[in-house]
């Protein structure tokens, strides 16, 4: 298989849109991550509650600015899939946790344990989000 194939899912408009709706729910999730530090809250609490407000930004971003096209009528199917969405963020979720928590223990910094886990939660979700929750009817 070439370079070219193994490359090219991640070059499509779709997947750029992701990119960019990722960053802005990003923001929210470490700023939210910071701010909640500040407070004196733990990290790994710190990181599965802003884990979960940048969830919220990421639904409202990427059903309506990446898979608009695919986003149900508002009713049963659209329940279904922000219970899809929201569901499976829940694995992602965990998975944020649990390596923000582990790497912190280790002796890390928060903020770069954050951005270890940032990335593993965003293909986890993106692959999700466009073959399970947004596919086509």
Request: hydrophobic fraction near 60%; include cysteine; charged fraction near 10%.
């Amino acid at each position: 298989m070439g370079w070219r194939k193994v490359i090219a899912p991640f070059l499509e408009a779709q997947f750029l849109r992701y990119a960019i709706c990722a960053v802005g729910a990003m923001a929210v999730d470490v700023g939210s991550f910071v701010i909640l530090l500040g407070q004196g809250m733990s990290a790994g609490l710190s990181a599965a509650l802003a884990y979960a407000i940048g969830t919220m930004a990421n639904w409202w971003l990427v059903s309506r600015g990446v898979f608009d096209e695919a986003l149900a009528a508002r009713g049963p199917a659209r329940l279904r899939q922000q219970f899809l969405f929201y569901g499976t963020t829940l694995v992602g979720l965990a998975l944020t946790t649990m390596i923000v928590s582990v790497l912190v223990a280790t002796g890390m910094v928060p903020i770069v344990t954050k951005a270890i886990a940032i990335v593993v939660s965003f293909f986890l979700n993106w692959s999700v989000r466009k073959y399970l929750v947004f596919r086509p009817a």
